[in-house]
């Protein structure tokens, strides 16, 4: 081969009887490695890959198949990795820490918003059975201009060809809620279409639509569709999600559809117990409505088994500059961890005693210690079939685990009270303080 030149190479092989990659239960990779020496001499180059043998199908009324059966993809939305004093230079540890807090809870999905990531998220993800929707850079609005054509086609050619083999990746996100429906949007995103089917023909693309008709022009571009949906947060209630997805179902019944974002605000200083719906753009939002939302919304989700994929707005917060809202400027708090990954939010338990296959109980509102009335709720998320309670030693005994809560209404003492909850050899405990003259 020339100094400076390109040479192809076409190789087959044959595996007879294939591991498959299936998935949280069974992320089996393959080793592969290319090296390139000079003839006869020693070798100048090697690369080492893993890859994963699986198939991916989106079915309109069956969701997803792995390897031809149906399989729940379930998980949040996530932005680069962000640390304290490092921003998002962070290191792989940084990385492998946040996919530890990932799979505790139970993900079989994320979606890498709204960009390319790096390259050692999407091998954590191949080695953890996570299925990912990764995605172009096309967000808000789309310029006219031919540079910008031209940009997006390499970042897309790039997207494709970085990430080709990894088996993880299933589907090619080609834009998220780009409110001006108009021409140049609409000839960007079919030629965006275009392009990565000519790169990855094996692989659907998906839009993320907001703010307009499942049916609109919008739409009506890419191989699957997905809706970013906020009610009880932004607007209508909790309720209205079920409808709403039922009705895009009815809307276009051959087309795959998904849930790509959906979530509500919360900080971890912020307590109400019970909760009032807050305003969205407020410097008001308790944590424990947060989970309150999360709670209606899975309940609707599952019942919708033709969606191929449900993501939370977001796994973890993060920074958003325009925003003055909740208990700290500039941050975006749907995140189920708090940004500085210190904090795991009610809500974030909420989805680990529905997802996650490890025994697991855990007491809600733990944050509310100041209390004022003395009859409230103690509430539990757990994946075990019963729950035993104590407060202040006097044990309350075991109630049934309903649809992953357990729930007992207690009277507090005057001053410290502590708060035990059972399940089998798993415990959890937090100690809440009544005010001295509370009712």
Same mark, same amino acid.
């Given at each position: 081969?020339?100094?400076?030149?390109?040479?192809?190479?076409?190789?087959?092989?044959?595996?007879?009887?294939?591991?498959?990659?299936?998935?949280?239960?069974?992320?089996?990779?393959?080793?592969?490695?290319?090296?390139?020496?000079?003839?006869?001499?020693?070798?100048?180059?090697?690369?080492?890959?893993?890859?994963?043998?699986?198939?991916?199908?989106?079915?309109?009324?069956?969701?997803?198949?792995?390897?031809?059966?149906?399989?729940?993809?379930?998980?949040?939305?996530?932005?680069?990795?962000?640390?304290?004093?490092?921003?998002?230079?962070?290191?792989?540890?940084?990385?492998?820490?946040?996919?530890?807090?990932?799979?505790?809870?139970?993900?079989?999905?994320?979606?890498?918003?709204?960009?390319?990531?790096?390259?050692?998220?999407?091998?954590?993800?191949?080695?953890?059975?996570?299925?990912?929707?990764?995605?172009?850079?096309?967000?808000?609005?789309?310029?006219?201009?031919?540079?910008?054509?031209?940009?997006?086609?390499?970042?897309?050619?790039? &997207?494709?060809?970085?990430?080709?083999?990894?088996?993880?990746?299933?589907?090619?996100?080609?834009?998220?809620?780009?409110?001006?429906?108009?021409?140049?949007?609409?000839?960007?995103?079919?030629?965006?279409?275009?392009?990565?089917?000519?790169?990855?023909?094996?692989?659907?693309?998906?839009?993320?639509?907001?703010?307009?008709?499942?049916?609109?022009?919008?739409?009506?571009?890419?191989?699957?569709?997905?809706?970013?949906?906020?009610?009880?947060?932004?607007?209508?209630?909790?309720?209205?999600?079920?409808?709403?997805?039922?009705?895009?179902?009815?809307?276009?019944?051959?087309?795959?559809?998904?849930?790509?974002?959906?979530?509500?605000?919360?900080?971890?200083?912020?307590?109400?117990?019970?909760?009032?719906?807050?305003?969205?753009?407020?410097?008001?939002?308790?944590?424990?409505?947060?989970?309150?939302?999360?709670?209606?919304?899975?309940?609707?989700?599952?019942?919708?088994?033709?969606?191929?994929?449900?993501?939370?707005?977001?796994?973890?917060?993060?920074?958003?500059?325009?925003?003055?809202?909740?208990?700290?400027?500039?941050?975006?708090?749907?995140? &189920?961890?708090?940004?500085?990954?210190?904090?795991?939010?009610?809500?974030?338990?909420?989805?680990?005693?529905?997802?996650?296959?490890?025994?697991?109980?855990?007491?809600?509102?733990?944050?509310?210690?100041?209390?004022?009335?003395?009859?409230?709720?103690?509430?539990?998320?757990?994946?075990?079939?019963?729950?035993?309670?104590?407060?202040?030693?006097?044990?309350?005994?075991?109630?049934?685990?309903?649809?992953?809560?357990?729930?007992?209404?207690?009277?507090?003492?005057?001053?410290?009270?502590?708060?035990?909850?059972?399940?089998?050899? &798993?415990?959890?405990?937090?100690?809440?303080? &009544?005010?001295?003259?509370?009712?």
């Amino acid at each position: 081969m020339p100094a400076h030149g390109v040479a192809p190479a076409d190789m087959d092989a044959v595996l007879a009887a294939p591991h498959l990659w299936q998935g949280v239960d069974d992320p089996y990779l393959y080793t592969s490695d290319v090296t390139v020496a000079r003839a006869g001499g020693a070798p100048l180059d090697r690369v080492d890959d893993e890859v994963g043998v699986r198939t991916v199908r989106l079915d309109p009324e069956r969701g997803l198949l792995l390897n031809g059966r149906p399989y729940r993809v379930h998980g949040v939305n996530v932005h680069l990795t962000w640390a304290p004093g490092k921003g998002t230079a962070v290191a792989d540890a940084d990385i492998d820490a946040d996919y530890r807090i990932l799979e505790d809870l139970g993900v079989t999905g994320l979606r890498f918003a709204h960009y390319q990531h790096n390259a050692h998220s999407y091998a954590l993800a191949d080695r953890n059975g996570i299925l990912v929707w990764t995605e172009l850079p096309l967000t808000s609005e789309v310029g006219a201009s031919a540079a910008f054509a031209a940009n997006a086609a390499q970042q897309a050619r790039e &997207l494709v060809r970085q990430n080709f083999n990894h088996p993880s990746v299933f589907v090619w996100g080609l834009g998220n809620e780009i409110y001006k429906v108009d021409d140049v949007s609409g000839r960007l995103l079919d030629a965006m279409q275009k392009l990565v089917h000519d790169e990855d023909p094996s692989r659907p693309t998906v839009y993320a639509n907001c703010c307009a008709p499942l049916d609109g022009p919008q739409a009506m571009h890419t191989d699957a569709i997905a809706s970013n949906v906020y009610f009880g947060w932004y607007d209508k209630e909790f309720a209205d999600l079920a409808p709403f997805l039922a009705s895009n179902h009815a809307l276009r019944p051959h087309t795959p559809e998904a849930l790509s974002e959906y979530g509500a605000g919360a900080s971890a200083q912020q307590q109400e117990d019970p909760p009032r719906r807050p305003v969205a753009n407020s410097r008001w939002h308790p944590e424990q409505y947060q989970a309150l939302y999360h709670e209606a919304a899975w309940r609707q989700i599952e019942a919708a088994p033709w969606l191929w994929a449900t993501f939370v707005w977001t796994g973890f917060d993060f920074a958003s500059s325009g925003r003055n809202e909740g208990a700290a400027t500039g941050i975006n708090d749907k995140g &189920l961890v708090s940004m500085d990954r210190q904090v795991r939010k009610d809500a974030y338990y909420w989805y680990q005693a529905n997802w996650s296959k490890k025994p697991m109980v855990y007491i809600t509102s733990r944050r509310a210690v100041r209390r004022t009335v003395a009859d409230v709720e103690v509430k539990v998320y757990s994946n075990q079939p019963g729950v035993r309670l104590r407060v202040n030693g006097v044990d309350l005994g075991e109630k049934a685990v309903d649809g992953h809560i357990a729930r007992w209404q207690v009277r507090l003492a005057p001053g410290a009270n502590r708060i035990e909850a059972q399940a089998g050899a &798993l415990a959890d405990d937090v100690e809440w303080n &009544l005010a001295p003259g509370s009712q």
